[in-house]
C-alpha cells in the first residue's frame, strides 16, 4: 500500500508560480516512478509530467514542456512539480500518482500508475 498526499495548489495570476510537493508513505518510495497528472472540469484526466525511481529520467506533456519541472527528493519520500509561467489553461485538479511496476523507465497513462492522491486545485486567473 501507498498513500500519497499532495498540497501546494492555490489560485495564482497568470504568468505566476507555484510548487506541488507530494508525500508518500507506505511503500519504500525510491522502488517506484512518480508522476502528476490533472483534470480540468469536463475533461478526461491527462498526463503532465513522470520521473523515475533515482530522478535521471523525466517525461512531460507538450503543453507544459519547459514552464513545468518534476523532481524528488527521496530522502523525504517527496515528489514536486514546479510550475512557472502559468497559464489559465492550467486551471485544473492537479494529482500525483504512483507506478510500482516501473522504476528507471515512465509510464504516461493513467493506466499505469497503482496508487493516487485526492488531488490539489490550481486556479490561474487571467
Known amino acids: 500500500q501507498v498513500q500519497l498526499v499532495e498540497s501546494g495548489g492555490g489560485l495564482v495570476q497568470a504568468g505566476g508560480s507555484l510548487r506541488l510537493s507530494c508525500a508518500a508513505s507506505?511503500?519504500?518510495?525510491?522502488?517506484?516512478?512518480m508522476g502528476w497528472f490533472r483534470q480540468a472540469p469536463g475533461k478526461e484526466r491527462d498526463f503532465v509530467a513522470a520521473i523515475s525511481w533515482g530522478g535521471s529520467n523525466t517525461y512531460y506533456a507538450d503543453s507544459v514542456k519547459g514552464r513545468f519541472t518534476i523532481s524528488r527528493d527521496n530522502a523525504k519520500n517527496t515528489v514536486y512539480l514546479q510550475m512557472n509561467s502559468l497559464k489559465p489553461e492550467d486551471t485544473a485538479v492537479y494529482y500525483c500518482?504512483?507506478?510500482?511496476?516501473?522504476?528507471?523507465?515512465?509510464?504516461?497513462?493513467?493506466?499505469?500508475?497503482?496508487?493516487w492522491g485526492q488531488g490539489t486545485q490550481v486556479t490561474v486567473s487571467s
Open positions: 500518482a504512483a507506478d510500482l511496476r516501473r522504476t528507471a523507465v515512465v509510464a504516461i497513462q493513467a493506466v499505469e500508475y497503482d496508487y
Open positions: 507506505g511503500r519504500t518510495f525510491i522502488w517506484y516512478a
